[in-house]
């Protein structure tokens, strides 16, 4: 379970909205990784290999995607690809029965032995990847409701500046 309550303003949000609350700002404390597009990890099905593709250009565009981001994408991606296949299955199930004059419900249910009605296994597989996948979704900020909670990154790559001496121990991992 996540944090609860609201999601917390971001720092320049509240430079500029005010600070009602008078508690001191850690300005520097936000982590803007570099913008850049991961590799795509190689165990992604057709289906996730399309979406990664097509989502990286538009995450690349909004500052929303960095290498940190490789697991996650890949989740949300692979999600997506399953998705699409047991969607596509279902409407083959459907169409099959629909030619058949068959009642297309039962391309999604199945009856018991005593009697009851249950919902196929596929189905519930379904439901499952489109809750994975909007969870996903809300994390990259592609959600109506999250676009709000997330915060781009503004770097885009900087170049050693004149006179600026290379760290030294530790501070060298620093960024």
């Known amino acids: 379970m996540g944090q609860r309550g609201p999601q917390p303003k971001p720092t320049v949000l509240k430079l500029i909205q005010g600070n009602p609350g008078k508690r001191p700002l850690e300005l520097g404390g936000e982590v803007m990784p570099e913008i850049s597009v991961p590799s795509i990890p190689h165990h992604l099905n057709k289906e996730a ?3 990664w593709k097509r989502i990286t250009v538009e995450l690349v565009q909004l500052g929303l995607i960095s ?12 999600a997506w690809g399953q998705l699409v296949m047991l969607e596509e ?4 199930d459907v169409a099959l029965h629909m030619t058949e004059g068959r009642d297309i419900s039962h ?28 969870r996903y979704l809300a994390a990259f900020g592609l959600s109506p409701s999250s676009r709000g909670r997330v915060k781009a990154s503004s770097n885009t790559g ?14 060298k991992f620093q960024r």
């Open 89 to 92: 299955s279902l409407n083959a």
């Open 67 to 78: 290498n940190l981001d490789r697991a996650a994408l890949a989740l949300y991606c692979q």
């Open 158 to 171: 900087q170049a050693a500046l004149p006179g600026m001496d290379e760290p030294q121990g530790w501070g």
């Open 49 to 51: 290999r399309k979406e």
């Open 107 to 134: 391309a999604m249910s199945f009856t018991t032995s005593k009697g009851y009605e249950g919902q196929k296994v596929k189905v519930q597989l379904i439901n499952n990847l489109r809750e994975q996948v909007n």
